[in-house]
């Protein structure tokens, strides 16, 4: 096993990572930025248009962002946390072939969407399959689309991509909406161009050359195509707490995410976190809060490590 000392270490190469890692850089703290997995969700998440001040590929703005930070003098180390530990002087991390010391922590490593776990549901996430209805809803302006869900989340997307689509469908499997607060159900109401399906599950999703071209729904027991351009699916997602729940960090109880007060402080010394694994921005999880919030994981790092 490899060996190594840091005095800062941040999980996770998302927003939140490379932000955390830009400006822990600029303080001149020794900074690795572990994790396996190029750019996180904005990555993945297509165009994206509400990035102040930059229209870009996900891909191309975290390669920006990637870039950036190379700039500086970070470790880049391409490995997951496996296992986390309080030591006497900070904190053990081991990855698949490393054992790091570091006296400090940020934790960026996001959420997992809940999937409907379909076959070719994977390949065509940015290709008309979402996870985010209010990051990809303007893309579907004049067009066909399709919401899956029954919470909050997938209500609210059908009502914004009714502003945009020329048609929308909001499918859930349940026998009626009753988790939704009142006041979204009544805008639902109100959506002229929306169907709602009950007691409905996406079976399969068909595909053509350019992406999604529609679905195939069970609608209380029988079969029914449904053509679309888009597939959002909004059933949730579930925020990644083995490391956190490794050190013992609080969760709020609401959101079952990683409690953080205004400074991205966890409850232990030492440790911080930023981005979507945490409640910091409530239900705004976007490229820039994760980014916002990195900034400030690094300035309470670089206050912490100075104190010590
Ligand atoms: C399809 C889609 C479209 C979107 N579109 C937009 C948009 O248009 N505009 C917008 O502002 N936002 C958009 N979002 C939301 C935005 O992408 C997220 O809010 C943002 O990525 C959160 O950044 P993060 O750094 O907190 O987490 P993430 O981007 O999720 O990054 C977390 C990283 O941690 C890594 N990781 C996981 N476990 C470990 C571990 N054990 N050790 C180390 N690393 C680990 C993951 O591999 C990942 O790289 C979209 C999201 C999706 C899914």
Not at 27 to 39: H, I, P, R, S
Not at 240 to 251: K, T
Not at 257 to 281: C, H, Q, R
Request: proline fraction near 2%.
């Amino acid at each position: 096993m490899d060996k190594k000392k840091t005095e800062l270490l941040i999980a996770g190469q998302g927003a939140a990572g490379y932000s955390a890692a830009l400006y822990s850089a600029r303080y001149q703290v020794q900074t690795v930025l572990a994790g396996a997995e190029f750019g996180g969700e904005t990555a993945i998440g297509g165009m994206i248009e509400n990035y102040p001040g930059i229209e870009a590929d996900g891909f191309d703005l975290m390669m920006n962002m990637k870039n950036q930070v190379m700039n500086y003098d970070v470790e880049l180390f391409e490995e997951n946390l496996e296992e986390i530990s309080k030591t006497s002087t900070g904190f053990l991390v081991k990855t698949n072939s490393a054992e790091i010391e570091t006296k400090a922590v940020i934790l960026c490593v996001g959420r997992e969407r809940r999937k409907l776990n379909l076959s070719n549901e994977e390949s065509l996430v940015g290709k008309g399959v979402s996870y985010c209805s209010t990051c990809d809803a303007p893309l579907y302006k004049d067009k066909i689309a399709i919401v899956v869900g029954g919470g909050n989340a997938a209500v609210e997307g059908a009502i914004l991509l009714s502003k945009y689509a020329s048609n929308v469908h909001l499918i859930y499997r349940g026998s009626s909406l009753f988790r939704p607060e009142k006041i979204l159900l009544t805008q639902l109401e109100k959506c002229k161009n929306l169907e709602l399906h009950l007691e409905s599950e996406v079976r399969e999703i068909k595909e053509g050359n350019n992406g999604v071209e529609g679905v195939v729904v069970n609608k209380k027991g029988e079969d029914l195509d449904i053509y679309s351009d888009g597939l959002f699916i909004e059933i949730g997602a579930d925020p990644r707490l083995e490391i956190p729940n490794q050190l013992g960090l609080d969760i709020d109880n609401e959101t079952n995410e990683v409690a953080v007060n205004k400074l991205m402080e966890t409850n232990v010394k030492g440790i911080f976190a930023a981005g979507d694994l945490t409640n910091a921005s409530g239900p705004l999880k976007q490229t820039v809060t994760a980014a916002g919030q990195g900034a400030i994981a690094a300035l309470s790092a670089y206050t912490f490590l100075g104190s010590k």
